[in-house]
């Protein structure tokens, strides 16, 4: 996994994160190369869930998608994904932002594991 954010101290109540980052293009992929890396990150973001290191509850572990934008192409599928994973969320990240890190797509209980530099 690219990131992954634990509370402290650890407690089954907090959700732990686990966050994948990915390069997409901002314009529409003529090939769907766009919704073919949502998938796969999807994908990786459900295998780190299941496959943690530590026993935690599925149900205790959010699924960050972090992208620099949200190309038209890929926006439904990302919104019915956030729509049927309650614990999936899709952020942009843009360094030259004042807030780098905003929630985009989906909701999170785990924002506060950040210290500023996102906004919901």
Request: net charge positive; charged share 25%; glycine share 6%.
């Amino acid at each position: 996994m690219d990131l992954f954010l634990s509370p402290k101290p650890q407690c089954e109540k907090n959700p732990f994160v686990v966050i994948e980052l990915k390069a997409i293009k901002p314009e529409a992929s003529e090939n769907g190369g766009n919704r073919t890396k949502v998938r796969q990150s999807y994908g990786q973001l459900l295998d780190y869930s299941v496959n943690l290191r530590t026993p935690t509850d599925f149900n205790n572990i959010e699924r960050w998608l972090v992208i620099k934008h949200i190309p038209d192409d890929c926006r439904n599928l990302l919104e019915k994904l956030t729509q049927l994973d309650s614990n999936f969320s899709v952020w942009t990240y843009n360094e030259r932002d004042k807030m780098p890190l905003v929630l985009k797509l989906g909701r999170s209980k785990s924002s506060g594991l950040l210290s500023g530099g996102t906004k919901p």
